[in-house]
């Protein structure tokens, strides 16, 4: 994959524990395997394939750069941390 065919991801936090409300039409889908290609990208960087189901068995893919990935890691990180922040925060 071309470093120029990765798109620009928005993150985006919800608040609290209600999960985001989708359109019916959009299908949720279960990650089966996660391939890693070491050089994956045309940089070099590993490139990541997830391979997932829809309720039908229809089957589906899509790649992430590692890069996006560890930035993902990283907001997700950042969110834990601050909820453990939050509690430590209440109970004094």
């Known amino acids: 994959m071309k470093n120029s065919d990765v798109n620009q991801i928005h993150?985006?936090?919800?608040?609290g524990n209600?999960?985001?409300?989708?359109?019916?039409?959009?299908?949720?889908?279960?990650?089966?395997?996660?391939?890693?290609?070491?050089?994956?990208?045309?940089?070099?960087m590993p490139l990541v394939d997830f391979q997932m189901t829809d309720a039908e068995g229809k089957e589906y893919f899509t790649a992430l750069s590692a890069r996006v990935l560890c930035a993902l890691a990283e907001v997700v990180k950042g969110v834990i941390e601050?909820?453990?922040?939050?509690?430590?925060?209440?109970?004094?």
């Not at 993150?11 to 608040?15: D, G, T």
């Not at 209600?18 to 070099?44: D, F, W």
């Open 18 to 44: 209600e999960a985001p409300r989708y359109q019916p039409t959009t299908k949720e889908l279960v990650i089966n395997t996660a391939v890693i290609t070491k050089e994956g990208m045309e940089s070099g």
């Open 82 to 92: 601050m909820q453990e922040i939050n509690k430590r925060g209440k109970r004094h």
């Open 11 to 15: 993150i985006q936090i919800a608040e």
